[in-house]
């Protein structure tokens, strides 16, 4: 267990309660190994495994129907192929990734995954997140729907690598990044077209990316975007509505799936905004 005085301990303490955070933290250890994970089959050589509260998440997104959706931070493209496998009939789905390494990686990933006719669908962009928006703002173009899955503190790939939170944490990197994912909201809120979705989703325990992040952007924003809940399931419906999480737990602007109260599972969060239409 680690001790009071370590960093990321007294981070997750003063957020959630001394009680919490240590049961946050064992359950973050007791992942490695016995982690939930989903398998997505497409049709193509291969299936695709994820966290099975990735999984949730990337089904979560309104229906895509004929549509054209932009997944702004997409590599290595699991909730791409998720989005894919819940609306087959998506017209587009643009997966921009910066990281030339990352965006051979998750072709790679669609090539084995995926049937030629789906593949096709499937259009890799690799363009910087944060200005893609003032790009398209230009080029007077609108996404039906954007997903920004944010780079962030990805605190289970952290303890699976170095075992300790004092190895990782700071709290000035945490709110570094907090400011890259405004920036990327920012970025998704101009590509988006009037009356469409904005989905953001971390794999982190910090507030601070979290909820604060959507806080920060209705605050400054509201001219822009409106706030909306993701519905979760009720126990008694078999199906799963299109836009709705199968389960999770509700915070002040979104839903997180955390491995103290989902053994195995996450920590993800997700919210979602909505571009206001024209002239609202």
Avoid at 80 to 94: D, G
Avoid at 155 to 167: I, M, P
Avoid at 198 to 225: F, G, H
Avoid at 253 to 259: A, E, K, L, M, S
Wanted: glycine letters at 8%; a positive charge.
């Amino acid at each position: 267990m680690l001790s009071a005085s370590n960093p990321y301990f007294k981070f997750l303490s003063d957020h959630y309660g001394g009680e919490r955070a240590e049961a946050l933290w064992l359950s973050l250890q007791a992942k490695h190994g016995s982690a939930s994970v989903r398998s997505v089959d497409l049709g193509g050589s291969e299936s695709y495994q994820l966290d099975t509260a990735s999984y949730v998440v990337a089904q979560s997104v309104p229906d895509v129907s004929h549509k054209i959706v932009l997944d702004l931070c997409a590599a290595p493209g699991g909730k791409s192929l998720v989005i894919a496998h819940r609306y087959p009939r998506v017209n587009r789905i643009i997966c921009n990734e910066i990281s030339k390494d990352r965006r051979f990686r998750m072709k790679a990933n669609f090539d084995r995954c995926l049937p030629p006719e789906m593949n096709e669908r499937m259009e890799i962009w690799g363009r910087d997140g944060a200005s893609l928006g003032f790009e398209n703002l230009k080029k007077h173009l609108g996404f039906d729907g954007v997903l920004v899955d944010a780079p962030c503190s990805s605190d289970a790939h952290h303890v699976e690598q170095k075992g300790s939170g004092a190895d990782f944490f700071s709290e000035k990197k945490t709110k570094a990044l907090a400011q890259r994912q405004y920036a990327l909201l920012c970025s998704a809120i101009l590509a988006t077209r009037p009356g469409g979705w904005i989905q953001y989703a971390t794999c982190t325990l910090s507030p601070l990316e979290n909820d604060a992040v959507i806080q920060r952007v209705c605050e400054k924003k509201s001219d822009l975007i409106t706030w909306e809940q993701i519905p979760l399931r009720d126990a008694s419906v078999e199906s799963l509505p299109a836009g709705s999480m199968s389960h999770g737990e509700r915070t002040s602007y979104g839903v997180r799936i955390f491995p103290d109260q989902y053994p195995g599972q996450g920590p993800l969060y997700t919210a979602r905004l909505r571009r206001r239409d024209a002239g609202a």
